[in-house]
């Protein structure tokens, strides 16, 4: 480990004469990505220097103990050794998760989409209260989110909605949602008072650049038809929204949250995009070998993920085994318990493939 670590440390200091230098300032893309590399390797030589104070700190107080014939010095060694073992495991168990290959995608922004599944008016209620939570957990985490595309359900809530998530670590917080998320509950359409399963499915994509994959206008078929906003109000009458086909897949996408043609075309297009590089990285995990028989699951909508019991008052996370008695909160966006333990869960993993190898 430590041999990793000299290495990343003097990275860190290539990097910070790189990032001086008057012809990288003037490099957008290239002094942007130098200044990330900045920032993720700092946390690991802080944490590094930290490390080193310590052992070099044991050292010292574990000669005292030897060499030191005054009971009371080895007593105040004795005491201060107490004190850094903990903090020294404390310190190298956190540098072996930073030391964890980083998921390139787990900074990037998402699109993500709900579908009302098994239920019938229900699982569309039901994906409208996921969407909410959704929306309430960006506001705590200062993301920004924005609908692209919806399809109201007939009794409320949505058959469908799409929305682009923008923030710090968007991705990599929140791609442990795609799956099948379970309510159980009295549907508002239920006279007789009987608990009903109802299911909608979550898919979290990460947004790529346009640099990352090409999609060419002769691949693409463009239609245009007029906006309208949830619950049937009019966002304009002039035929600003746009659907975008992906001949060679079939793919389908559309936006329509903006009054520009432009803008919901840039928009749809990302999507698309982000579409494409998804189909692609799954394809390149699973000729790699990569797809992880994981707890944490692979995100296909066939893993039923998440359990919202409404009577019982409680939300089970079946990857990790976790239940929490407080669901009003968690609709209420207070998912911060589920993301960490996921987290956790998922660095545990790969600390053990990595000791494996």
């Known amino acids: 480990m430590i041999e990793k670590l000299e290495v990343i440390r003097l990275r860190f200091e290539e990097v910070s004469e790189l990032i001086v230098q008057p012809d ?3 490099d957008t893309n290239r002094y942007a990505k130098l200044n990330k590399e900045y920032k993720d390797l700092q946390k690991i030589v ?7 104070d310590i052992l070099s700190n044991i050292e010292n107080a574990t000669t005292v103990m030897k060499e030191e014939s005054d009971p009371e010095f080895k007593e105040m060694a004795k005491m201060e050794l107490d004190e850094l073992k903990p903090q020294r495991d404390e310190s190298e168990a956190l540098l072996k ?3 964890i290959p980083k998921d390139p995608n787990d900074d990037k922004n998402s699109i993500l989409e709900i579908r009302a599944g098994a239920g019938g008016d229900e699982a569309s209620i039901f994906a409208g209260d996921l969407f909410r939570m959704y929306q309430k957990y ?19 809530g949505f058959s469908k909605i799409v929305a682009n998530v923008s923030g710090e670590d968007v991705y990599g917080v929140m791609k442990f949602e795609s799956g099948v998320h379970r309510v159980q509950r009295v ?13 909608a499915s979550v898919a979290v994509l990460p947004e790529v650049e346009d640099i990352e994959i090409d999609v060419p206008k002769s691949d693409l078929r463009v239609d245009e038809f007029c906006s309208s906003g949830p619950g049937g109000q009019s966002v304009n009458t002039t035929y600003s929204a746009q659907r975008l086909t992906h001949l060679p897949t079939g793919l389908v996408v559309q936006c329509q949250d903006q009054k520009s043609k432009l803008k919901n075309f840039e928009k749809a297009l990302k999507e698309l995009k982000s ?14 070998g990569a797809e992880r028989k994981s707890l944490i699951g ?18 089970t996370d079946h990857r990790v085994g976790l239940t929490v008695y407080n669901l009003p909160t968690v609709m209420d966006g207070d998912l911060y318990k589920f993301t960490e333990e996921l987290r956790i869960a998922d660095n545990a993993e790969k600390m053990k493939e990595q000791g494996e190898q």
Do not use: C, M
């Not at 802080?46 to 080193?52: A, M, N, S, T, V």
């Not at 960006?138 to 409320?156: C, L, N, P, Q, Y």
């Not at 692979?298 to 939300?315: A, E, F, L, M």
């Open 138 to 156: 960006a506001e705590k985490r200062s993301w920004k989110i924005s609908i692209t595309d919806f399809v109201d359900g007939t009794a409320g």
């Open 97 to 99: 998760e930073l030391l």
């Open 46 to 52: 802080e944490e590094y220097k930290r490390y080193k």
């Open 187 to 199: 549907p508002q359409t239920e006279t007789q008072g009987r608990v009903h399963t109802s299911a």
């Open 275 to 288: 579409r494409l590089y998804a189909i692609e990285l799954a394809k390149q995990q699973a000729e790699i």
């Open 24 to 26: 990288v300032i003037t």
């Open 298 to 315: 692979s995100g296909d909508r066939s893993d039923k993920i998440r359990t919202y019991n409404y009577p019982q008052g409680r939300v």
